[in-house]
Structure formats: structure tokens, C-alpha cells
């Protein structure tokens, strides 16, 4: 079975400041994994996704994520955080297409708060 | 132009009424899904359709009847509405049958309180 894991439910952080929002996961073989966002009432928005090739992917609105193999996370990514980057953030991993379910996991959502 | 749009935004029913959604996406994506967001914001997939063909049901109560008229359309029929569905119902459609290539493209949600 698949699952993923946001240990943390709320990230705070200091405008201007790096961020970080953590999930781990596990599957059978090399995972699909998935960052989205959601903004309150608003449905989820893709971020950006890690399939294959370099462990560090870049997605929208300058968030990236580091793909860790022998540490099983993929967390995400910010230099310098923005007011507007507070919401809701989910992780969701997928096994590959030899085996596993093909419908995304997600986990339980970080809430990030950036402070002006 | 939404890519994936749901009516109604919002809904408030009385215990035993029956009540349906509607989603419809103009991305030409094949497969569409309906997940349901609890109040602690766990999100459950309830259904998928690709093509007009329901390829995925999980443990949900047969109250709840998807339909796909076509394959830009899945709207959601709940039956005898109880206490325990309110919460907040998310459609969403990828270009692949199985939203692990291309994520997902979700709507805006419904959210239904039942009192």
C-alpha cells in the first residue's frame, strides 16, 4: 500500500524567510510524487512533480522540492517566503505503472503561515 | 475560461434530501474524479471515470451514484443525505487515466452542509 506523511500540520514562517514543508512517503517501487496547493475555498492547484531524472524540481510560483530516495522524502521549497504563499499545502505519491494504485495518496495537508 | 468548473459552489440540505452536483471540464482530459475533503481537510477518492467509464469506486455508500454523460461531464447524485456527508466535494480531471503523469487539474469544490 501506498501512504504518504506530513508530520507537520502547521509550518510557521517569517516573510523573507526560506521555508521548508515536509512529506515522506512509501510505496512499492519509484514513486510519482505531487506537491499541491490550495488557497481557502479554492480547489487544489498543481505545484510541481517528481517522475524521473534530477532529485531537485522546480515548480510554480518559485517553490522547487528535492526528491531523497534513501531518506524517502520529498519536501518543499522556498528561498524566501511570501505573505501570499500562506495555504494549504499537500503531498501525494503514486506508485509506478508496473504495480501499485494508480489514484494518488495524499497526505493530510500542511497549513503554512507566512508573518509579515 | 475555468478549466474545471462545479456548481453549485455551495449547498445546505435537510437530512433525507436528495441532491446532485455537477462538474464539467473543458481541458479535453480524459478522466475525471470526484474526492471528497472532510473537515480536517483529509481528501478521499470516491470515484473515477475515463472516458465515460467508471474505473474506480472505493468504499463509498451507494448513496452516492456518479454519472458521466460524456467525458467532459461527471456530475455526483447523492441519495438520502445523512449528517456525516457534509463536507467538501472536489471534481477533478487529468490527461491521463491515471493522474500520475500530468497531476491533476481540480474545481473550486462544493460545499455541502446537511443539517
Known amino acids: 500500500a501506498q501512504s504518504v506523511a506530513q508530520p507537520e500540520d502547521q509550518v510557521n514562517v517569517a516573510e523573507g524567510n526560506p521555508l521548508t514543508v515536509k512529506c515522506t512517503y512509501s510505496?512499492?517501487?519509484?514513486?510519482?510524487l505531487f506537491w499541491y496547493v490550495q488557497y481557502p475555498n479554492r480547489g487544489l492547484q498543481f505545484l510541481l512533480k517528481?517522475?524521473?531524472?534530477?532529485?531537485l524540481v522546480k515548480g510554480s510560483y518559485g517553490f522547487e522540492a528535492e526528491f531523497n530516495k534513501s531518506q524517502t522524502s520529498f519536501h518543499l521549497k522556498k528561498p524566501s517566503a511570501l505573505v501570499s504563499d500562506s495555504a494549504l499545502y499537500f503531498c501525494a505519491v503514486r506508485a509506478p505503472a508496473s504495480g501499485g494504485s494508480y489514484i494518488p495518496t495524499f497526505g493530510r495537508g500542511t497549513s503554512l503561515i507566512v508573518h509579515p | 475560461d475555468t478549466a474545471v468548473s462545479q456548481t453549485p459552489k455551495y449547498l445546505v440540505t435537510q437530512m433525507g434530501n436528495d441532491k446532485s452536483i455537477k462538474c464539467e471540464q473543458n481541458l479535453g482530459h480524459d478522466t475525471m474524479y470526484w474526492y471528497k475533503q472532510d473537515s480536517k481537510k483529509f481528501l478521499k477518492i470516491m470515484f473515477s471515470y475515463n472516458n465515460k467509464e467508471l474505473i474506480i469506486n472505493e468504499t463509498v455508500p451507494n448513496r452516492f451514484s456518479p454519472k458521466s454523460p460524456d467525458k467532459a461531464h461527471l456530475n455526483l447524485h447523492i441519495n438520502s443525505l445523512e449528517l456525516g456527508d457534509s463536507a467538501v466535494y472536489f471534481c477533478?480531471?487529468?490527461?491521463?487515466?491515471?493522474?500520475?503523469?500530468?497531476?491533476?487539474?481540480f474545481g473550486s469544490g462544493t460545499r455541502l452542509t446537511v443539517v
Open positions: 477533478a480531471s487529468s490527461q491521463d487515466g491515471t493522474a500520475g503523469y500530468y497531476g491533476y487539474t
Open positions: 517528481y517522475i524521473t531524472g534530477d532529485n
Open positions: 510505496v512499492s517501487g519509484n514513486p510519482y
